[in-house]
């Protein structure tokens, strides 16, 4: 494993956001869940696409804060232009679980 400084750390900004809005996604090549996510007053607002289905259905997902990286370049997916990158773990079959808070937190709050 490459090891890196700490300024490089510092350059990936992850935040926390609440999901206020998820769609199935049919149009993305695997499934795929469309997210809309609140990050609070700065940052606003951000759509997402996220390989979740194996473990959550969209409505599930309304309310729940996730982390994700909000400073890579957007990505169009589809008909989709997905701003943020939601993360998440490989459980043992590959499937992503989502990485959150165990508490509720600001929205926008960054990870550090």
């Not at 890196?4 to 869940?33: C, N, Q, S, Y």
């Not at 609070?40 to 259905?57: N, R, V």
């Not at 990505?75 to 679980?97: A, C, F, K, N, T």
């Amino acid at each position: 494993m490459a090891e890196i400084g700490f300024e490089d750390f510092l350059k990936v900004d992850i935040r926390v956001g609440t999901v206020t809005r998820a769609e199935p996604f049919p149009e993305a090549r695997k499934p795929a869940i469309k997210l809309w996510i609140d990050f609070g007053e700065e940052l606003g607002e951000k759509k997402s696409s996220a390989q979740i289905t194996a473990h959550y259905a969209p409505e599930a997902l309304v309310g729940r804060q996730v982390m994700a990286v909000v400073n890579f370049p957007p990505r169009q997916i589809g008909p989709m232009r997905s701003e943020v990158l939601v993360l998440g773990l490989s459980d043992p079959d590959g499937s992503i679980v989502l990485i959150g808070p165990d508490r509720a937190v600001p929205d926008g709050a960054r990870m550090h």
